[in-house]
């Protein structure tokens, strides 16, 4: 008999990690604009972020309608919100004028994907943008990042928190996402693996994008 899928995510216990998520009180809101290709993958790491976040708004699409017929605009509206995103006139998340924001949006797919959802929606880029300046080595093994300082989107967060509300622990972000990558790779046969888990794509899904 099949066992039965996980009430909270919907996922089936071989690839849920939802028991071992705990809930992460962060101050300032994220909005995740996720691509369409990453709903539903095993290896995406938005999931971790549902099930640990106490404020957290994911909305799926690409194009302004789809985005708009989700409520964006209401949540956009009277707060001074930031894009985490690194673009020509972005600025580090490190800097002072990352005080003055109170909530986050965090575009998640591979980098071209992440990039098409901007160009798609050339009025996020009226908004103030932002990078890191020194990202941390990604713990997301289950692949080899295409390029240095590419974070998964669950990292990525947990690191946006790290130098924005010090005072929150994100390492439940990172345990969970550890958990996830082991039960990711226990469907990968010995012979499959590399001594990076998986070859560099940059148009594989699974969040990787360069922040």
């Known amino acids: 008999m099949a066992r039965a899928l996980c009430t909270r995510c ?10 071992v998520c705990e809930q992460v009180d962060n101050r300032h809101r994220v909005i995740i604009l996720q691509h369409p290709s ?14 640990c976040l106490t ?23 009277g ?6 995103f690194p673009c020509a006139d972005s600025q580090p998340v490190e800097s002072n004028a990352a005080a003055q924001i109170d909530q986050w949006l965090v575009l998640d797919g591979t980098w071209r994907k992440a990039a098409k959802i901007l160009h798609l929606n050339p009025q996020f ?6 990078h890191f300046a020194d990202p941390p080595a990604s713990r997301y093994r289950i692949r080899k990042a295409p390029k240095a300082g590419q974070l998964s989107t669950a990292e990525a967060v947990a690191y946006l928190f790290t130098l924005t509300e010090p005072a929150i622990d ?10 996830l990558i082991r039960k990711r790779l226990a469907f990968v046969p010995d012979h499959h693996k590399t001594k990076d ?5 940059p148009e594989l899904p699974g969040s990787l994008t360069n922040y």
């Open 10 to 19: 919907g996922l089936h216990p071989n690839t849920c990690v939802c028991e």
């Open 170 to 179: 994100t390492e439940p972000l990172l345990r969970a996402q550890d958990v």
């Open 125 to 130: 880029r009226q908004l103030p943008c932002f």
């Open 55 to 77: 404020r957290l708004e994911v909305l799926v699409g690409e194009s302004p309608e789809s985005f708009s017929g989700q409520g964006l605009e209401r949540l956009l509206t």
């Open 197 to 201: 888990h998986e070859a560099p794509d």
């Open 79 to 84: 707060t001074r919100t930031g894009l985490l």
């Open 38 to 51: 990453e709903v539903g993958h095993s290896k995406g790491t938005v999931r971790v972020l549902q099930q």
